[in-house]
């Protein structure tokens, strides 16, 4: 069974370009979850796809924004990069997104600002 | 939404039981607790879930007093390979669902 598969693995960009990172779940998981992770907030959760439909968000600005296909595929993008958004960008995809479903982790995008 | 605290790190040696404890004072009568474990430059990947009492599956047990209001994850026997941050994470069986992860334990298994 094939695990969640996040693309690109590494990336290195430049303040004010934009990016997009993309996520595929679990055969079968409807749901996915995307983190910001960094040395000093840790997990922050960035926001949850369910049936194409956004259904939760943390408190990011809008520069960050997502979007999940009818194949549950995800992408995340975010706009006008910062030196600050420099990070591991991880997803996870589960059955159906309540808390009891657990989580299953991609190895994550690790995106570089310069 | 279910708050989750866990001390910072620990240390520990080789051979040794391992208990991390995680308070969640307000969780909620449908939340679940869930446990992942997290090596650096790496998704954390599940390690356990309970709902009450003790749960316990080939790496770890997780114990859950009456109340709930707090949880413990027992590693027993550790080796320098469990050298991770542990995070645990409370949430609801059904409707809208944030992901919150606490700040995690980094548990450090020394030789």
């Known amino acids: 069974k094939a695990g969640v598969t996040q693309t690109p693995r590494y990336l290195i960009k430049t303040r004010g370009q934009q990016v997009t990172l993309s996520c595929s779940p679990i055969?079968?998981?409807?749901?996915v979850s995307w983190y910001q992770q960094t040395p000093g907030q840790g997990l922050q959760f960035l926001f949850e796809?369910?049936?194409?439909?956004?259904?939760n968000k943390g408190n990011f600005p809008g520069r960050f924004s997502g979007r999940q296909f009818s194949n549950s595929r995800s992408e995340m993008n975010v706009s006008t990069l910062e030196l600050g958004d420099s990070a591991l960008y991880l997803c996870?995809?589960?059955?159906?997104?309540?808390?009891?479903?657990?989580?299953?982790f991609g190895a994550g995008s690790r995106l570089t600002v310069l | 939404l279910a708050k989750t605290t866990q001390p910072i790190s620990m240390d520990s040696y080789e051979g040794q039981e391992v208990n991390i404890t995680c308070s969640h004072n307000?969780?909620?009568?449908?939340?679940?607790i869930t446990w992942y474990q997290q090596f650096p430059s790496q998704g954390p990947r599940f390690i356990i879930q309970?709902?009450?009492t003790k749960v316990t599956n080939e790496v770890a047990s997780l114990f859950i007093p009456a109340d709930r209001k707090s949880s413990t994850l027992s590693l027993p026997r550790v080796s320098l390979s469990d050298t991770a941050v542990y995070y645990c994470?409370?949430?609801?069986?059904?409707?809208?669902?944030?992901?919150?992860f606490g700040t995690g334990t980094r548990l450090k298994v020394l030789a």
């Open positions: 996870a995809s589960s059955l159906e997104g309540s808390g009891a479903n657990v989580l299953t």
């Open positions: 055969s079968g998981h409807r749901s």
């Open positions: 307000n969780i909620a009568t449908n939340d679940y």
């Open positions: 994470l409370v949430g609801a069986t059904s409707g809208t669902y944030k992901y919150i």
């Open positions: 309970g709902y009450k």
């Open positions: 796809y369910f049936s194409e439909t956004q259904r």
